[in-house]
């Protein structure tokens, strides 16, 4: 097979789970890729030397090329920096590979990738399965867009609601075909240079979160078909690297606006209104069944969350008042 794919991976912080990520990147695709690129999000944590040590002897020694970020600027920064760098320094390369640090693989397939490309029109995002690293266990990786009614499904939590309006739940259950869907997980997916030559690189305006969500939309709106692919899977542990979902604190104020963002940008300033009334509206049908099923109210959700939600979105909400004068 041609070399033509790149692999970028945005580090911050987690270059021992990056390391076991190029580890099995070696032993696997060494002579079917271009080139990696990792681009450190200003880590300043000894992360580039550790990595320049590792790499020293392996066999992806010339193929691994590491660039230092300036800034933290989040997960669409790093990638657009990786991304453009590959497109500009090696022009025959046709499709990128963005891989969290957190991801590694075992069997996989690119010819059945590229073959996925050749076969189907017009194909913009093409994801990958993934599975837990600790028990080998499917995960979901094939979603729906999240929609403002959406917030009602996931504040009420109702087991009969989300049967009867499955479109407007995000998440699908794992499948071992190779399906097409709304969107991918960030974690590992391909997108090939003529996508971006249509709709452009990704929104910065993302921190983290939501950032693929909107690349996803972006390529649908745009024409290009996305899809997950079952046959090739990554094995990682959902949040190991931001922690977000697993910990029982608050979320972080990025998490936030990222979600409002997301819901402003593409259903206008009424459609995030609405995705908050609809939480809103969802919570007390929680509560009521909570009591009477007994569930323990409080760990349901991030700690504050429903707070810190309207107390982000109402000061952006007052922000987008203060632009439109």
Same mark, same amino acid.
């Given at each position: ?249 608050? !979320? ?45 109210? !409080? ?27």
């Amino acid at each position: 097979m041609n070399k033509k794919i790149s692999i970028v991976i945005v580090n911050y912080r987690t270059t021992d789970l990056l390391l076991r990520c190029l580890e099995s990147l070696s032993n696997v695709l060494v002579e079917s890729i271009n080139n990696v690129v990792i681009v450190d999000n200003l880590s300043n944590d000894g992360s580039l030397e550790k990595l320049k040590r590792y790499i020293s002897g392996q066999a992806l020694t010339n193929k691994i090329e590491l660039i230092e970020a300036d800034r933290n600027g989040g997960f669409s920064f790093g990638n657009n920096i990786g991304t453009k760098y590959c497109f500009d320094k090696y022009p025959e390369v046709e499709y990128i590979w963005y891989l969290n640090p957190d991801a590694f693989i075992r069997d996989f397939s690119l010819d059945h990738i590229i073959e996925l490309y050749s076969q189907a029109g017009n194909v913009g995002v093409v994801g990958t399965g993934q599975r837990s690293s600790s028990s080998g266990l499917a995960r979901s990786s094939s979603f729906n867009f999240p929609r403002p009614f959406t917030e009602f499904l996931l504040s009420a939590r109702v087991g009969p609601l989300f049967r009867l309006f499955k479109n407007f739940v995000v998440s699908r259950p794992p499948s071992e075909e190779i399906e097409e869907c709304d969107w991918v997980s960030g974690a590992s997916f391909f997108a090939p240079k003529a996508l971006f030559q249509k709709i452009g690189y990704w929104d910065e305006q993302y921190f983290l979160y939501f950032e693929e969500v909107d690349f996803c939309k972006r390529s649908k709106a745009s024409g290009f078909s996305v899809f997950s692919d079952q046959n090739n899977c990554v094995y990682h542990e959902d949040e190991s690297t931001t922690g977000v979902g697993r910990q029982p604190g608050r !979320r972080p104020g990025f998490w936030f606006h990222s979600r409002w963002y997301f819901y402003h940008k593409h259903y206008g300033l009424l459609g995030a209104i609405c995705a908050d009334l609809s939480w809103l509206l969802g919570r007390p049908i929680f509560w009521i069944g909570a009591v009477i099923l007994g569930k323990p109210i !409080r760990k349901a959700d991030p700690k504050s969350f429903t707070w810190d939600m309207l107390r982000n979105d109402i000061r952006l909400l007052f922000k987008s008042f203060r632009r439109d004068d």
